[in-house]
């Protein structure tokens, strides 16, 4: 990509964003709105810029949480997609439990984990994002394991294929971009549960915790000055995740069509 | 295999079926009679086409030669062995309407898996994987994906996979139905050349007649209800098969053979009706 191409996709939304920037700032400043109720975008900046040390170790505490989750997570997750690809009546008993529990907001276990595991350690937070991302990553896995093209199996027993050349040839490859999927949706979607996570209770250190604690104080530039960081993290988790996705799909490994283009999905 | 090497008898057919039947779900309600008493035997450097209207079991015949599928009463032999021992000796190629090239992995990786699960080095997996694109045409593609192809290339990698160990046999479920015409045509007579260099039997199922009669030496007919041969009809065309071929008096002629077998073999259906799923053109 050249630079008047790079500057065509990243220019209209930075434009866009700083209008908004402006216009808030104008609405603040004509209508003199206090500043606990909506402080201005500048004011936000100068609250941001006394603390940075603060937001920042604040933002690594979060991500360190976000991190170790989803590291944690993923592995499980994987390993028990295995089990369920192995195991067709596991795969009916956990499957639906699965689904259910994913439509249910378990971040209302925190409290629980706070009763169970001492609420002076960062466990209760990290078995949260743990949990959210393991569900995910297993049922997006076990997925692509399990729904192989009928033809590629039809074929691999042409060639007399093992099981385990099954396995490796055909549903391990298979599964790949659905684990990226499941990472897309799992990596913000830690991010978010580890804050959250700190709304209740627990040690004061995080982003979720100054962000209610400058809340209720009264500190509105200093809680937006938070609020900043946390946007800041969640766009670095997505965009790791997405950047890993495009990196290993097949489609973005070779440019341009041969004559005649693609049919094959 | 036309190779003039002495076959002790018995083993001279490539493909033997012996009073096969193959009923699905059988003693259940939806109980389905696919095949009724086959019997066909096919020699070495054969190009058979199996036709008949749709659910007459020409596929599922193929999957029995294939071993994909086993038959409930019968028996199957494949080059002298049974169609169990053929398979796992990969004594044949497959190729089906649908490429089935693994997305993820380059044309000559594609060709190079059969190559790979029979054990096969890489320095031999990749002259093998080169001969077979020289073979079809494809040589400037061999590190392209799959998706960047169109369906006919990526039908002539399935062909060319399909013959990268050299199978004596090669069996072919309608692998042009999904192409244009032109394209179909063209790859017609790129099979003839390739099967004719290589000296492969072939067991080609279609729903096309001219399809059929231009690539044969000889058509099976089938009829559905239960699934059985009605008719067998000898394509003496010759073997220099070309653009001219198309045009000549004798193809109408067998055409029309071919035609009237699928006309008379619904006849003796109760049900009766015109002949489904057949093509003219």
């Known amino acids: 990509m050249n630079v008047t191409k790079v500057l065509g996709i990243v220019l209209p939304p930075v434009v866009v964003g700083a209008v908004l920037l402006g216009v808030w700032q104008l609405v603040v400043v004509g209508f003199d709105i206090q500043p606990y109720l909506l402080p201005a975008p500048s004011a936000i900046w100068s609250a941001a810029l006394d603390r940075l040390g603060a937001i920042w170790d604040a933002m690594f505490v979060t991500g360190t949480n976000a991190l170790i989750g989803l590291i944690v997570g993923t592995l499980f997750g994987i390993a028990m997609s295995f089990v369920l690809m192995r195991f067709q009546t596991m795969n009916e008993l956990v499957t639906p439990l699965a689904i259910a529990l994913n439509a249910i907001p378990i971040i209302v276990l925190v409290p629980v984990f706070n009763n169970m595991f001492s609420s002076t350690t960062e466990v209760p937070r990290r078995l949260m994002v743990t949990l959210i991302v393991f569900f995910i990553v297993m049922i997006n896995v076990a997925k692509g394991l399990r729904q192989v093209a009928p033809i590629h199996l039809e074929l691999m027993k042409s060639y007399a294929a093992s099981p385990r050349e099954i396995l490796v040839k055909t549903r391990i490859p298979n599964a790949v971009p659905y684990l990226f999927t499941a990472l897309k949706i799992a990596a913000p979607g830690a991010v978010i549960t580890a804050f959250v996570a700190e709304y209740f209770g627990g040690r004061q250190n995080g982003l979720g915790y100054s962000i209610t604690s400058n809340a209720a104080s009264s500190r509105t530039d200093a809680m937006w000055a938070y609020v900043v960081g946390a946007c800041v993290l969640g766009l670095v988790f997505y965009l790791v995740s997405a950047g890993l996705e495009r990196a290993t799909s097949p489609q973005q490994q070779v440019g341009g069509l041969a004559p005649g283009g693609a049919t094959s999905s | 295999m036309s190779g003039g090497s002495p076959t002790p008898a018995g083993t001279a057919n490539v493909v033997a079926v012996d ?27 054969e190009f058979v086409s199996l036709i008949g209207p749709s659910g007459c079991g020409k596929s599922t015949l193929l999957r029995l030669i294939a071993n994909l599928l086993s038959p409930t009463a019968g028996t199957v032999l494949v080059n002298g062995k ?5 398979r796992v000796d990969q004594d044949y190629g ?9 997305e993820w992995r380059s044309v000559e990786k594609n060709i190079e898996l059969p190559l790979e699960l029979k054990g096969w080095k890489k320095a031999d997996r990749r002259a093998r994987a080169a001969e077979m694109l020289a073979l079809v045409k494809l040589s400037e593609f061999s590190q392209h994906m799959p998706w960047q192809l169109s369906g006919g290339m990526q039908q002539r990698v399935a062909i060319a996979r399909a013959l990268a160990a050299h199978p004596s046999l090669l069996l072919m479920d309608e692998p042009f139905g999904a192409l244009d ?13 390739i099967c004719a260099a290589a000296g492969t039997t072939v067991v080609f199922v279609t729903h096309s007649i001219p399809e059929a009669v231009y690539l044969s030496s ?15 009809i000898d394509v003496p065309l010759g073997d220099d098969r070309g653009e001219d071929t198309r045009e000549d008096d004798s193809f109408y002629g067998l055409i029309t053979e071919v035609r009237e077998a699928l006309r008379a073999s619904e006849t003796s259906d109760p049900v009766g009706g015109s002949v489904r799923g057949i093509e003219d053109r």
């Open chain 2, 19 to 45: 009073g096969a039947s193959m009923v699905f779900n059988e003693g259940a309600s939806n109980e389905v009679d696919a095949l009724c008493d086959i019997e066909l035997v096919i020699r070495p450097g």
């Open chain 2, 82 to 86: 049974s169609a169990h021992q053929a």
């Open chain 2, 94 to 102: 497959m190729a089906f309407q649908q490429s089935g090239l693994f």
């Open chain 2, 181 to 193: 015409e032109m394209t179909r045509e063209h790859m017609q007579s790129e099979l003839l050349r």
């Open chain 2, 218 to 232: 000889r058509v099976v007919v089938m009829s559905p209800r239960p699934g059985r041969i009605t008719n067998m």
